[in-house]
Structures are given as C-alpha cells and as structure tokens.
C-alpha cells in the first residue's frame, strides 16, 4: 500500500520521530517516494523542523542502501541544524546512522565516537531515545574486533539502557530480540553455553509477531548457533531455513551473510557433505560472498575439499580462482580500512609522517602479495600473514589510550613470538633519559625504571643512539652482551633477546625489547613478522603518547576557559548593575523596557510605568553628609526593587535620587496601591531628615498607565510619568500622581 504525504503534512515533531521513521523501516520500497513528496511540499520550505525531519528519513534510506558517499554530507548537515534547532533526538538519530554507516567500512574509532556522543548527548539532555542502541552498536564493534569481555560488558549496558526506558518506547520488542540474539553467538564461540537457554526463553517470552523481519531473522540466527554448539545439527539447520525466510530475496548481501555462517559451522563441527550439500554447492552460483572474510575462506576450503574429492576438475580451477580473488580482495580491503581508521588518527593529533609510514608499509605488503601471486605453492601463507599484521596493527592504531594500546601490543606479541620478558621505553629528550611505560617479568607488570642517554653500559642507550635492530641468540655468551646493563632479576635467565628502536618518521621515540628463557628461539619469521609490525606499533605508541599530552593541554585549557567565562559572566552582570545601589542601571532598564513594551503589545496587556524621587535630598545631604545619602538610596533601592520584583515588574536607578520602574498587567487601581506601598515602606524605614516636613525621608511617585499601547511609544510613557512625579512633588510631596497615557 502506497504511503500517502497527507498523513504526514500535519504531523508535529514528537508525532513525525515516533510515525515517520518508524514507517518507512517498515516499508522501505515506498519510502523513497514517500520522501520525494514530502520533499515537494511546502511546509518542507517553510518549516525548518519538518524539513530536519524529512531530511532524517532520506538519510535513513540512504543508510538502508548502504548509499555512505551521499549518507555523510547529509547526515552532517542535518546535525548542524538539528543542534541550532535543539531537536537533540534527531542529532542523536543522525549520529547513528552516520556511525552504523563508519562501522561498515571498519572505521570503528570514528564509529566509536558517534555512538559514544549519542549517550553524552542523551544523558545531558535527560531522554533516552537511541542510548540503548548506541551501547549496543559498542558492544558490535568489540565482536568484530573479538574483545568479547567488553562486548558483552555493553551488551549488558544496552539491555539496562533499553530496560530502563520502559516498555511503551518505539521498536522495543525489536530491540530486545536483536540484543539478547546478537548475544548469543559470541557465548557460543566462548563456550559460555550454561548463560544461553535463560536469553532463550526471555526471547520466546515476547511478543514476535510485531518485530521487526531483520530482528526475527537474527532471533533465529542465533537458535542456528545454539543448536550447532549443543550437537543438534537437523534445528540448526531447520533455523537456518527459517531465517532465510525473513529476509528479502534482492538484499544478496544479507543472504549471502547468512549462507556463508551456516556454511561455514557446518564445516567447523566436521558435519558429512551431504547434510549440507544443497547450501555448499550453491556458494559457487551465490550473487554475493558474506561480509567477513574469515568465514568465506572457510567456506571456499570446504568447497574446494569437496571438489577435489570428487575430482571435478572444472569446478575445482574455478573455485580456486575465486578463492585467490577473495584473498587478494581482503589484502585491499585491509588496506582500505586501515586508512579508514588511520585516518581519524590522522584528524586529531599526527601529521603526515605517520600516513607516509602506513603508505610505505602498504607498499611492502602489496610487493609481498605480488610476490606471492608468482608462486602459488606459498600464496596462502603469505596472505595469512598480511591478514595477521593488517588486523593487529588495526588494532593497535584503533586505541588512543596508552594503557590499552601497551596491553594490545604484549598481548599481540606473546601469541606470536616467544616472550618471557618484554619491555618498551620512551625517549624523553628534555631530560636526556629513557623511561620504561611497561615492564612485564612472565606476564607480571614490574616497577618503572630510567636510563640515562649516557649510560655507556645499556643496550637499551646503545640501541637508541644507533637506531637499529640488535639480536643477540644467546646473551650469556655474546661478547657484546658482557658486562652490559640488562632487565634481569635472577628468576628468569634470558638467552636470546632482540632490542628495537621504534621511529615515527625520522624520529625514534623509543625502544622496544623482548627476551626469552631459551637460545636460538628467534627464528626468521619471528623476525619478519616483528619488522612488519614494528611501524603500527611505534605509530600506535606514538598516538597513545600524544593523546595523553593533548588529553592534560585541553584539560588545562578547558580550566581556564571555565574560569574566563565565569569573569566574563560576573563582568556582564557589573555591567547591568548600578555599582552603588546594585539595582538594574538606567542603561540596562532602557533595554529591558522596550523587550517589556513588545510583550505588552502582544499580549494586550496594561502598561505601568513608574518614577520614583527622594523627597529634600539635598538637604539630607547637607546635613548627613554624602556617606549616610549613599547608605539612603541603598535601602530606598531595595524597597523599590522589592516591591516590583514582587509584582514581576522592572527597577533600575535613573540617576541621583531617581528611581524608575515599570510593570505589565497591572489595573489602573494596582498600579496606585502599588505605588503607595513603596512610598509608604520608604516612609516606614524612618530615617531622620531634620528641617523637612514631616521630619524622614519620604518619596514621591509619578504613574504612567496605558491600555491600548498599539501606537505608544516608550519616550511618551517615561515623559508622562515624569510630569506625574514633577506634580506630586509640587503639591506637598510623599505622594503618589497617576495617568492615563490618553489623559491631558
């Protein structure tokens, strides 16, 4: 059923972010043209908040059709004006699909960070549309990137997040059935199968018949990987059937997903070929290959194997060629992505010289898979090891933060080389000495120590001041090693060591050591693979080091900025204040009144407006002395702005003894009684004023009072409420003279 615009046009905002998105989800097909009309009208031009909308939906769309070149410039122009427009649900809204659309192309910092701003923002602004989301598209990031503890950890956030917001709020059946589902795999793979049948039966509890396809589809994915991981091989096959038919037949990359997971688990529990044989067979005519690399290769080894055992030649070249496409596709891919992420690096804190590094150090690894290409026999090592050093120092350059980026990198290095000590040293040149930032004795963290640059005896100094690599297979013997400086404590006696400097361009910012038990443990590909590693790992240092001093420089000017704005605060409120009497100056109440006047004007409201003199001041002056006049406008002033803050009106200091005030929506009658009570609580402050009549100090008052303020003008109001004043204190004084603005 076509989607008709009249069912949007009139739509206020709340009601356009609770209908609208959730619509066209549900039918995407017309939601094109749903757009391109709403579009068209003119309440798009007019309306800026509708427009934000609209504009929302087609960046939705633009998400669904994995359109990112035309997704960014959109999304970033609609937060500009979401933001100005305070409608914070849909820069929230905008920040996630400019993030799912980063996660895609494997640049999860920048995703990392719309998602995280998506829970700042909701948190600051006290609503929570998408936080549940956010945390969720977190806890994705960490699976691809196989950090499952922390995945799991913002899983638990999402559940909380989406739990915490009730059930009454948009698409939450949904959700919950995707979060708990997208869950479950990663138990499987962790072999937590104790912790699946309760997400299970929370699942099986809802009501599914309103999810969503694509949340129904992952709900039955994730019985596919249970059934699997329990030995019940014909329901995860059953629910692998069922999941494809919640999917559309022209979304290929989907379907293709989902193929190849099956596929592939079937290869993994080493089920006969011909449980499978229907879906195996079908990868070779597939439209598409899955989205994850690792799970093609497994599924075009699988397809392979069967050839070859069934000695179908022709099918078996063919699908060799493929599988070597998919290989060097992923080669690209890599690179691609590791830009992607180097490049947000590259945005915040490093100039060229470390994309000049990633360049050469791609230039390398294509040289290396050309050279592979020439001999086939060596293809497949060579190409798991550009994957392994690709991965790793994506990783590695994904963090900003030193203690992970140091944990990456040991934990990186022990799986692939043998590692009994490991430390890494920065270069502090102001100082002139070397400082350890990590220390590890068999995985236990040690003290920090320093070198001096002078230390005649360090391999470490010696390493720094020749910039190269130095590997000794056996220290013990090793002449060069005799007598030297080494990180030995007696438990663990070190054999073979290597000693790297790590450069950033033509500057070495440190050194890097590993050291193990036994001699000769160091082979040639242990060598290769740390030359190949040793760039990401020194860019990755270097990142995580300047982090932490921008981190401390945008602390410290973020202190003084608070500080100055707070002076800058206090200046301006001085400004609009008399300094002696701290009422509002004459300067700020000429403002304020003509703001006043406007309201009145638009709200048809009476206009009060109010002079106010001290009565024989001079002669109070005269015989006090101006120290006691200055002590007498104080409390005149505060009884004034008292009275008037009370009736939510206007006070300022006019000049002198002057006082001017002004109120809307008074009566002709409350503005006289107003008027009297400020004169008769001046009066009632009984201060002496010998030689006048009747001996205190008194105030006169003079009213202006309009009703009909189309054509009034501020400077006729103030001059008919000076006239008043200038008659109450020729007829006896201590009085109170009111208007009619119309009056003669």
């Not at 898979?369 to 060596?378: D, L, P, Q, S, V």
């Not at 409390?635 to 009370?646: E, G, P």
């Amino acid at each position: 059923m076509q989607m008709d615009k009249e069912k949007y046009l009139p739509m206020t905002s709340e009601e356009l972010y609770e209908h609208l998105i959730s619509d066209i989800l549900a039918n995407v097909s017309d939601g094109w043209c749903l757009v391109n009309d709403l579009t068209a009208a003119d309440r798009y031009q007019s309306d800026y908040e509708f427009r934000a909308f609209i504009d929302t939906a087609k960046a939705l769309i633009f998400s669904l059709r994995r359109d990112h070149a035309s997704l960014f410039p959109l999304c970033n122009n609609i937060i500009e004006r979401a933001t100005a427009l305070t409608l914070w649900k849909l820069v929230a809204m905008n920040l996630n699909l400019m993030g799912g659309a980063y996660f895609l192309v494997d640049a999860f910092e920048r995703a990392l960070s719309c998602f995280q701003n998506i829970i700042k923002i909701e948190a600051e602004h006290n609503f929570l549309a998408i936080t549940s989301i956010a945390y969720h598209n977190i806890a994705l990031i960490y699976m691809k990137l196989e950090a499952h503890d922390k995945a799991h950890e913002y899983f638990d956030l999402a559940l909380k997040s989406l739990e915490s917001g009730g059930t009454n709020q948009p698409r939450y059946t949904s959700k919950l059935i995707a979060y708990l589902s997208n869950l479950i795999p990663p138990l499987c793979q962790d072999n937590r199968m104790d912790e699946i049948p309760p997400l299970l039966a929370r699942i099986n509890a809802l009501d599914m018949d309103t999810a969503h396809p694509a949340m129904m589809c992952s709900y039955h994915v994730a019985n596919m990987y249970y059934a699997f991981y329990t030995g019940k091989y014909e329901t995860a096959k059953k629910s692998y059937q069922t999941a494809k038919t919640y999917l559309l037949e022209d979304d290929t990359i989907l379907n293709a997903d989902l193929l190849f997971t099956y596929v592939s688990l079937c290869g993994s529990f080493k089920l006969s070929y011909e449980f499978y044989i229907d879906e195996l067979l079908s990868i070779s005519t597939a439209l598409k290959i899955s989205r994850y690399t690792s799970t093609n290769l497994q599924v075009y080894k699988q397809l392979l194997k069967y050839y070859e055992l069934t000695g179908n030649t022709e099918q078996l070249e063919k699908s060799t060629k493929k599988y070597i496409e998919i290989l060097e596709q992923h080669v690209r891919d890599i690179r691609t992505n590791q830009l992607n992420s180097l490049q947000v690096v590259h945005d915040l804190l490093i100039k060229h010289e470390d994309l000049m590094e990633i360049t050469s150090k791609n230039n390398e690894l294509k040289l290396i898979a050309e050279e592979a290409n020439r001999h086939k026999n060596a293809l497949e090592e060579a190409y798991q090891r550009i994957e392994i050093i690709n991965e790793l120092g994506q990783k590695m350059t994904s963090s900003l933060k030193l203690n992970e980026v140091i944990d990456l990198i040991y934990r990186n290095l022990k799986k692939n080389v043998p590692v009994t000590n490991f430390a890494l040293m920065v270069v502090e040149p102001e100082e002139q000495m070397l400082r350890t930032v990590a220390y590890y004795e068999n995985d236990h963290l040690q003290p920090e120590f320093c070198l001096s640059l002078d230390n005649p005896n360090s391999i470490f100094v010696e390493c720094y001041k020749q910039n190269k690599l130095i590997l000794s297979d056996n220290i013990q013997t090793d002449e060069r090693f005799t007598s030297r400086q080494l990180i030995q404590n007696g438990k663990n006696l070190i054999h073979s060591a290597i000693y790297m400097p790590l450069n950033v361009g033509t500057q070495i910012i440190g050194i890097c050591t590993i050291q193990d038990q036994k001699a000769h443990v160091y082979t040639s590909k242990h060598l290769l693979f740390l030359k190949q590693i040793l760039p990401y790992l020194a860019i990755s240092l270097n990142n995580a080091i300047r982090s932490r001093k921008l981190e401390y420089e945008i602390r410290s000017h973020l202190k003084t900025q608070v500080k100055l704005e707070k002076a800058n605060h206090r200046l301006e409120l001085l400004s609009t204040l008399d300094s002696l009497t701290q009422i509002s100056s004459r300067r700020d109440f000429d403002t304020k009144i003509v703001n006043l006047l406007s309201a009145a004007r638009k709200q048809q409201k009476n206009l009060s407006v109010f002079m106010f003199d001290i009565d024989n001041f001079k002669i109070y002056n005269d015989t006090y002395g101006h120290l006691e006049g200055d002590v007498v406008l104080k409390k005149v002033a505060q009884v004034i702005r008292r009275n008037l803050d009370t009736a939510g009106g206007l006070s300022a200091r006019f000049g002198g003894e002057e006082f001017i005030g002004a109120c809307i929506g008074l009566s002709m009658a409350e503005s006289r009684q107003l008027a009297n009570q400020i004169r008769q609580d001046v009066y009632n402050l009984q201060i002496k004023n010998t030689g006048t009549t009747p001996g205190l100090v008194t105030l006169s008052c003079g009213v202006a009072f309009a009703e009909k303020l189309a054509l009034v003008q501020k400077s006729e109001l103030m001059r008919l409420a000076d006239t008043c004043l200038y008659q109450a204190k020729n007829t006896g004084k201590n009085k109170v003279i009111i208007k009619k603005i119309n009056e003669k």
